[in-house]
């Protein structure tokens, strides 16, 4: 069972910064897309970055210029640095990988970003 935990999460200012990371149970080669996702409250999960397979990454039009999605295969985690950050970028933001057409899901890390 693949296992996935989102760390990172927290309060910040408008404009601020965080990097939220994504600590998985197996080696990320194994794994065919790797992502964010997030929830605001009374809104469907949105995709805010991936990278499929060894490709370039893509982002959201939200979070172009802004958010950032790498990997280091060593420590088997997946990072997502967020720059400039708005009220709107509010959420839980979810890891998913996909295996197989299997999808997992981290269980969330919270982001608030304070006017």
């Known amino acids: 069972q693949v296992q996935l935990v989102e760390s990172g999460g927290g309060l910040v200012q408008a404009g601020g910064s965080l990097r939220l990371s994504c600590a998985a149970s197996?080696?990320?080669?194994?794994?065919?897309?790797m992502g964010w996702y997030r929830q605001a409250p009374g809104k469907q999960r949105e995709l805010v970055a991936r990278?499929?397979?060894?490709?370039?990454?893509n982002y959201a039009d939200s979070a172009k210029g802004r958010f950032a999605i790498s990997r280091d295969n060593a420590k088997s985690t997946v990072y997502l640095q967020m720059n400039s950050l708005k009220p709107e970028d509010t959420a839980v933001y979810y890891c998913?990988?996909?295996?197989?057409?299997?999808?997992?899901w981290g269980q969330g890390t919270q982001v608030t970003v304070s006017s």
């Open positions: 998913t990988a996909i295996i197989l057409n299997k999808q997992y």
């Open positions: 197996e080696s990320l080669f194994r794994f065919d897309v």
């Open positions: 990278i499929i397979g060894g490709g370039s990454p």
